[in-house]
């Protein structure tokens, strides 16, 4: 599903160069629960930015369902983006003022599927992520917890290869951050495949498979047999 | 996304911060009205020229003394004496002459008019009874200026109403009276019906005199002959100026001593003064507008700022450059488009008014209402194509990460 072989990412700025990703290859495998770690600085974030085609690599190739997406241009990477990628991001990224169903209706928007359909599936899916009574509540009226299930359900709209959530519960407190992992094992029991960025051990520990990043390389990279599965 | 849906959204995105839509609007409002008003008031002062022009009979011809171009110095016009009532008479009668239907010299200065209490300063013209029929004037009381009058070198006049008013106050008949012209005393015999018009194109303020008495007190005449129908003007002016070079014993057209005007000479210069005008204040207009259009691309670009970590953010869900592009242009259409259809209304509006308070036609053209929404529609893709492509271009990483 992923293959990622020989990426290396060096980011220039006026004469200095700054490696940020040095020759790293894994495989990840459809159905996989993996937590790639990593301290501030270890590379974890572009890895996460060229696995979700928000940026190319600047050398080696990143091949996902068989696609090599490492040389696209903007508009051919937004369109992997949309079908591909399911973003769960750390600040929940939610428009503003607008009602949690049409948030989760946007990929969809982008992706040409009319309106009824869109706003159908936006419905099941807040409804499954447990915001059935919440559709038309706004981001500000919703709490942290809510909020990242409405983002969430975003990501599942167009049924993504990937999901690629970046530090899911860094905004949220511990309760709640319980109950978002909760839903992230139980997509990955119906078979969605994650990969997740976090620097908590933690949260790290829900993973089945933990990947270690330091300096722009891999570190360690193995099964995590003791998978703390949150109880529901 | 369909069309409908991006307008819908734009909208509700723009009603989210009134104060400053309106203020972007008002801009785009300044300037198309300005542009409409400015225009229709122009196009209305133009017909108004023409329309009292054209009063005087579209199918004349005026014939004056003094060369059309003699050098540097030139008698003024009806100055000199190259014209005679035989050159007239030969007009009228010469077998030469087919298209032209009727003569009528006249002759005409300015002086004082007095009636002993009351005096004014008018257009004495002196004219033969034909100029009642070319010129199309008919009389409120008393008789016109007949042939025996002319014959005679009666002291007659024939008073135009705003004479009438200066003289005797509004309303008054002063058949019978007499005034003084240049010391003389004419009897007035009648009044005429008021034609209109303002300025040197008054031709309610006139006194009407034969044309003889008017050779006695003063020099020169003019003529205005009448052609048939308005389709053989150009026959007609050829065919009195060269039977007036004949006469005057003159080869080449270019010694002319008389200079022939139609209507239509008259007319153009003077939709050409009007015309030049209306250009220059609707530049100025214009100008309001393109600084109206500045005011939109400068709260388009604020805007992008802003709502730089939700394009980051579309452009992560799979917004495509052409989206986003499309996203913004059609807010800033929006904007421009209402300014313009609210600056239209102003326009007119103002235009309306304008004209009700100096007396013009009020005129709307279907053309500045096309051009009006035209440009604010074009204006609203000039000044918000840079920054919708400013974010079209974000990068969507550096976008989230922007706080």
Known sequence: MIQVSHVSKIYKNDSVETVALADVSFEIKKGEFVAIMGPSGSGKSTLM??????????????????????????????????????????????????????????????????????????????????????????????????????????????????????????????????????????????????????????????????????????????NNHKQRRVKR | MDFTETIIEAISTLTLNKLRTGLATLGIVIGIGSVIALVSLGQAAQKAVASQIQSLGSNLLTVSPGAQSAGFVRGAAGGSTTLTFEDAKALKDSPQVATVKNVSPEFSRRTQVTTGRKNTNTQILGIIPSYAEVRKISLTAGVFIGDKDVQSMGKVAVLGPQVVNDLFGEGANPVGQSVRINSQSFRIIGVTVSKGGTGFLNQDDIVFVPLTTAQKLLFGADYVTEAQNENVMTQAQDEVGYLLLARHKLRDPSQADFTIFSQNDILGAASQVTGTFTALLSGIAAISLLVGGIGI???????????????????????????????????????????GVIGMAVGIAASFIIASFINLPFTLSAQSVLLAIGVSGAIGVIFGWYPARKAANLQPIEALRYE
């Not at chain 1, 050398?59 to 490492?70: A, C, F, K, V, W």
């Not at chain 2, 953010?313 to 986003?324: P, S, Y």
Request: hydrophobic residues 40%; aromatic residues 4%.
């Open chain 1, 49 to 222: 930015h060229i696995l979700g085609a928000l940026d190319t690599p600047t050398s080696g190739t990143y091949i996902l369902d068989g696609e090599n997406i490492s040389k696209l241009k903007d508009d051919e990477l937004a369109d992997i983006r949309n079908r591909k990628i399911g973003f769960v991001f750390q600040a929940f990224n939610l428009l503003p003022r607008t009602p949690a169903l049409k948030n989760v209706a946007l990929p969809m928007v982008y992706a040409g599927v009319p309106k009824e359909e869109r706003l159908t599936k936006a419905q099941k899916l807040l409804e499954m992520v447990g915001l059935g009574d919440r559709l038309n509540h706004t981001p500000s009226q919703l709490s942290g917890g809510q909020q990242q299930r409405v983002a969430i359900a975003r990501s599942l709209a167009m049924n993504p290869s990937i999901l690629l959530p970046d530090e899911p519960t860094g905004n949220i407190a511990t309760v709640q951050a319980e109950e978002i992992m909760a839903i992230f094992q139980k997509l990955n029991d119906e078979g969605h495949t994650i990969v997740m960025i976090t620097h908590e051990p933690n949260i790290a520990e829900h993973a089945k498979r933990v990947i270690h990043l330091r300096d722009g390389k891999i570190v360690n990279d193995g």
């Open chain 2, 297 to 339: 691309m400068n709260i388009m670009l604020v805007t992008v700022t802003e709502r730089t970590r939700e394009i980051g953010l579309r452009k992560a869900l799979g917004a495509k450059k052409k989206v986003v592009i499309t996203q913004f242009l059609i807010e800033s259409i929006i904007l421009t488009f209402a300014g």
